[in-house]
Structure formats: C-alpha cells, structure tokens
C-alpha cells in the first residue's frame, strides 16, 4: 500500500543535541511537507519542497534544517539552535500545482531529555 | 495574514446524533478547502474538500458546506458513531499557493 512513513515513532534529545526525523513516500508525490504540532494548536510549516534539490521555509523555519535529495524522503533535523523543539512533528506529501489534500504520516514525537 | 479560526474547541454529542462543526477564515483568496480527522498520536487523515466555486459537497455521512460571502465552512456528520471521536481540522488554501493554513481543531467527543 502506498503512504507516508515516518519514523521514530518517539525521540528524546539531549540539550545540545541534533536529531533527525525520517520521512519517507511512496505515493509518487512530488512535493513533502514539515508540520509541527503543539497541544491545542494547528499545524505550523516548517518547511517544504516542491520538487528534488530545492527546499522553502515555512513559518517557523528556525532552528530546522532539511534536505532532499530523493523524491521519497525528505528527512527533518531539528538542530540545537531550536530551543523549544517538544513537540509531535508531522511529514505531509502531494502533487504540486493543482489543489489536492495533503498525505500524513504518523508523527514523530519529539521531547527534550 | 491568513488566520483560520473554529467556533468551539470541544463539542460533544450523543451517539446517532449529527454533528456541526463550524469553521471561520479569513483570507478571502482561499479557494480550495480541506477537511481533516486526526486521532490520538496519529496523523490527519483527508476526510473531504471542496472548491470555491462549490457551496456544498457531500460524502458518505459527510457535508461540507462553503459560505463565501461570510467566509465560513462546516462540516457536518450524519449519524455520529464512537469512531467518530476525534480532532477535526479545516483548512484553507489560497488560490494559486497550494499551501495550506491549518485551523486549530475543533474535539469530537461522542458519548455512547
């Protein structure tokens, strides 16, 4: 079955600490998306790519970086500048250019040790 | 900037009964709009969407309907079950961007 996976499903970082979120599609999408979610909240932007090599920041790019170099995977760092990086962080894939609901994966829970 | 709004953090029903949520936005560029349901630790998932030339659009047990004159979506359910409980999100995408602005969830509870 195609769809959007992420992993780790929970990760704990230590101050100071980069880590990483994977994601990975297989639905052919051509653009991915970074959301992150706080309790109560809606989902906030991160960052997103519209196709292979080229990346934009969303709302709330600081303190992230990301990469994508495959057309499935567009993995997440959250790097040790982002000093309130608790949250559940969310991958989303589509087809660019026409208006079409976004996939999500199942989130990755992020929380400082 | 965009700002999407919903009438009522919580809403709770009884089983069989239907359901309204109710959904404000601001930008009046947004054409394209996105219902999502999101369970406890799990992604949303697409329920329906409709297209601003549209004022209603039903699925199974699902209507959504668009006012665009007050700017103001809702989604209704039909027959609520249990599984039903959830978080329910709109969002709005204003035309030509593809990017979606997010609301900050309405909470279905459906009592049994």
């Known amino acids: 079955d195609g769809g959007i996976t992420q992993s780790p499903k929970y990760l704990f970082r230590k101050e100071g600490q980069n880590v990483t979120l994977s994601c990975e599609q297989n639905l052919n999408h051509d653009a991915m998306y970074w959301y992150r979610q706080d309790p109560g909240q809606g989902l906030r932007l991160i960052y997103y790519s519209q196709i292979v090599n080229d990346f934009q920041k969303g709302d ?5 970086s990301v990469s994508r170099e495959k057309k499935e995977s567009f993995p997440l760092t959250v790097t040790s500048a982002q000093k309130n990086p608790t949250a559940f962080y969310l991958c989303a894939s589509s087809f660019w250019g026409t ?15 | 900037g965009e ?8 809403l ?6 239907n359901s309204i949520i109710n959904c404000a936005y601001s930008n009046s560029a947004s054409d ?4 999502y349901k ?3 630790g799990k992604g949303p ?10 004022d209603k659009r039903q699925g199974q ?9 007050v700017k103001h979506l809702s989604l209704q359910i039909a027959a609520t079950q249990p599984g039903d409980s959830a978080v329910y999100f709109c969002a709005t995408v204003p035309g030509g961007s593809y990017i979606p602005t997010f609301g900050r969830g309405t909470s279905l509870i459906v009592h049994p």
Not at chain 1, 104 to 112: A, N, P, V, W, Y
Not at chain 2, 32 to 35: L, Q
Not at chain 2, 45 to 54: A, G, L, T, Y
């Open chain 1, 60 to 64: 709330i790019a600081e303190g992230y």
């Open chain 2, 3 to 10: 700002s999407v709004g919903l009438h009522l953090p919580t």
């Open chain 2, 38 to 40: 999101q369970e406890s």
């Open chain 2, 61 to 69: 047990r699902v209507t959504v309907l668009l006012n665009k004159t």
């Open chain 2, 12 to 17: 709770s029903v009884q089983e069989g009964d």
């Open chain 2, 32 to 35: 394209y709009f996105i219902w």
């Open chain 1, 99 to 113: 208006n079409q609901p976004q996939h999500f994966g199942d989130g990755t829970r992020l929380s400082i040790l």
């Open chain 2, 45 to 54: 998932q697409f329920i329906i969407d409709i297209r601003s030339n549209m």
